[in-house]
Each structure stands twice: as C-alpha cells, then as structure tokens.
C-alpha cells in the first residue's frame, strides 16, 4: 500500500472551513483515497473516500488532484467537536484489505 | 453507517491473568476482522487479521501465543490477551468490513481499554 504524509498539527477557527492535505505521490491506479478521524479516546470514525473524483458526504468533501498524487480533505464549517486526529490512508479496498495508519494530523479547532 | 461493538470497554486485571475481549458487527458479517492495538500518543498499529473458519495472521513482531483470536462466527471474533503484563496495558481497537451486505468501508468499534496491574 501507498505511504501518506500528511502535517503532524493544525489549527482551525470554529466555524470556519478546515482544510486537511495528504500527499500520496506512490499511490497505484487501484487505491482508493480513505479519511478516518480518532476523537480522544475513542475507535476511529469513517469520514469519506474516493478513487478520482471528488466526493462529498454529510460530513466533509474530498478532492483529489487530476494526477492523484495529494487530496484534501475539506470540514465545511468546522466545530469544537470535529477536534480530533485525521488519518489519510491509501489502499486497494475489498473484505480482506487491512488499514495501515500513519501518524495523522491532530486538528484543534479553536473557539 | 455500520456499528462494530466491543465487550468490555474496559478492564482491569493483575499481571498473569487473561483477558478476552470480544468484537461484534452488529448489523453485516464479516469474514474478516482486524486488531488493533494503540499505545499513548501513538497511532494504530495492526496486529492481526482475524480469518472466519481459520487461523489468524499475525503482523510481524506480535507473539501469536500471546494474543490468542478466535474468529467464532461471521459476527464474532475474540482477542485473548494470555498471562497480561503491565507492558500490554494499551488500547485495542477492532474493525470489520462488511461482506454480507458488502460495504467499501472498513468500521471501527469503540475500543477497549487494557490496564494490566
């Protein structure tokens, strides 16, 4: 699976649109582009994925360059309760494919 | 979206004892399901690939006798933790996708929470 680098920290303003980047420059035609978030404490939570398109979801919006090298993951209007840690992760998909997860980017949304 | 849940949420033992926790998908089956384990201030780190029917496999440096899984049913598996030490004291985390429905996602339960005294 494709390796992701994504910034250790960010901060956003409540209310405010959160933009979240991932690089994956080794990223194969067949893997999917994953987000995952992990509030304190808690198991990690499903966010969104795409293969080349952008995507949108009740929760965030995903878009994903022409080359497939970086996405970004958008929070429209961020809230203290989306403070958590976003995992970016690239894969194949299917029943049997395991999640390997990097170290993340801790969002703080500040008041 | 799907829910995968886990029993206990928390344990406390002495050293020498064993612990199971269980993780169940409550409404799809899963032919496989995924353990992870994530110490303070770290990330999740896989520790084995629990297989319906069969054995699991072990990511490499996890002790397979350690963390004994038993993958019961297609909503069911189970991590045995064997003779805890204070040094497994850490959070486990267990994930399913679904197969029946099929789902593209992969679901976490909630986490239980290993302290070893």
């Known amino acids: 699976d494709a390796k992701t680098t994504q910034p250790p920290s960010m901060d956003c303003a409540e209310g405010r649109a959160a933009n979240l980047p991932c690089n994956h420059s080794?990223?194969?035609?067949?893997?999917?582009v994953y987000w995952y978030r992990q509030i304190h404490s808690q198991g990690p939570q499903y966010i969104i994925h795409?293969?080349?398109n952008n995507e949108t979801n009740e929760m965030a919006s995903l878009i994903i360059t022409e080359d497939r090298k970086s996405s970004t993951l958008i929070l429209p209007h961020a809230t203290l309760r989306d403070t958590a840690v976003y995992y970016c992760?690239?894969?194949?998909?299917?029943?049997?494919?395991?999640?390997?997860f990097g170290t993340g980017t801790l969002l703080a949304v500040q008041p | 979206g799907a829910v995968v849940s886990q029993h206990p949420s928390w344990v406390i033992c002495k050293s020498g004892t064993s612990v199971k926790i269980e993780c169940r998908s409550l409404?799809?089956?899963?032919?496989?399901m995924f353990w992870y384990r994530q110490f303070p201030k770290q990330s999740l780190m896989l520790m084995a690939t629990?297989?319906?029917?069969?054995?699991?496999?072990?990511e490499q440096g996890v002790e397979k006798d350690k963390f004994l899984i038993n993958h019961a049913s297609l909503t069911l598996s189970t991590l045995t933790v064997t003779s805890a030490h204070p040094e497994d004291s850490s959070f486990y985390i267990c994930?399913?996708?679904?197969?029946?429905?099929?789902?593209?996602?992969?679901?976490f339960g909630p986490g239980t929470r290993l302290t070893v005294l």
């Open positions: 795409g293969l080349k």
């Open positions: 994930s399913a996708r679904g197969l029946i429905p099929i789902t593209d996602t992969q679901y």
């Open positions: 080794t990223i194969s035609g067949n893997e999917y």
């Open positions: 409404d799809f089956q899963a032919t496989t």
């Open positions: 992760i690239v894969e194949k998909g299917g029943a049997t494919n395991k999640l390997i």
């Open positions: 629990s297989n319906e029917g069969s054995k699991a496999t072990y």
